[in-house]
């Protein structure tokens, strides 16, 4: 999916926006509803106080996956756990921020909770975009590693309009339960497997900036890294599972790989 945006263009979508300033800010691997509740919730502090760090000046909120360590929605029912980051993003659009959520692989439930109750689209693949001139490539990361076969038919099969609806079939209390199971299965097999000393990621990034792409922006593999290819740049966001957490921001000029810590928040 392509998404063009100049800085005049996003002040005609968003009329509250100061159409002189741009600042895309861009974050991945939260991982929310990890490990005991008593640090989820210090995981989750740390992320509203990233959100009202950002609320001076941020234009546009990509998220590029596993916000949520697993995430599955019924017809009426969402796991209640995420309330208050799921009403920070609707209190951020409703200011006019521009959100874009590209899906990982541990919050592969996503359906239509996002777009029709916070007007946030959620990509179910890469995505790319225009911004200010320079082209954006965002994807979350997984499947890119080499000798990841039986996680792209994994992906499939998960993903799968059938298989989803079979899943709403089970209680919601055991159903958010099992997604939860099958998430920490999934990341034993992430930790456990030889994905060659070749970085997947990093080629796939190379290749990509050589078709043109300024920038390739990815996660999945709670490594921040910043490597120039040429005129492009390929950045991994890092994560959010331990102190100081890692973003990146774009000003309209150029993006640049940031930490985040409390300290931060009270600048």
């Known amino acids: 999916m392509e998404w063009t945006c100049s800085i005049r263009a996003l002040g005609n979508l968003f009329p509250n926006i100061n159409v002189n300033a741009l600042m895309v800010y861009f974050f991945s691997d939260v991982h929310l509803g990890l490990g005991s509740r008593e640090s989820d919730r210090a995981r989750e502090q740390e992320l509203l106080r990233f959100f009202e760090f950002i609320r001076p000046d941020c234009t546009h909120l990509v998220i590029v996956g596993d ?42 439930g996503h359906q239509q909770f996002f ?52 899943f709403q079939y089970l209680h919601p209390d055991f159903g958010i339960w099992l997604a939860s199971r099958s998430s920490h299965a999934s990341r034993i097999y992430t930790d456990d497997k030889d994905f060659s000393r070749r970085d997947g990621l990093r080629d796939f990034a190379k290749r990509t900036i050589e078709k043109g792409f300024d920038y390739v922006i990815m996660g999945h593999k709670h490594e921040s890294r910043v490597e120039e290819f ?15 957490a890692t973003y990146a921001q774009f000003d309209g000029e150029k993006v640049e790989l940031r930490t985040f810590t409390t300290e931060k928040a009270t600048e």
């Open 115 to 166: 777009a029709d109750e916070l007007d946030i689209p959620i990509h179910h693949d890469d995505v790319t975009f225009t911004l200010n001139g320079k082209k954006f490539y965002i994807a979350h990361g997984d499947g890119k590693a080499y000798n990841d076969t039986g996680y792209l038919i994994l992906k499939k099969i998960i993903r799968n309009k059938l298989s989803i609806k079979l």
């Open 67 to 108: 916000l949520f360590d697993f995430w599955f929605e019924y017809k009426t029912v969402v796991p209640k756990y995420f309330f208050r980051v799921l009403t920070a993003l609707d209190e951020m659009r409703k200011r006019g921020v521009r959100i874009d959520y590209v899906m990982g692989n541990h919050d592969f």
């Open 230 to 244: 040429g005129s492009g740049t390929y950045i991994n966001l890092g994560h959010w599972l331990s102190l100081p």
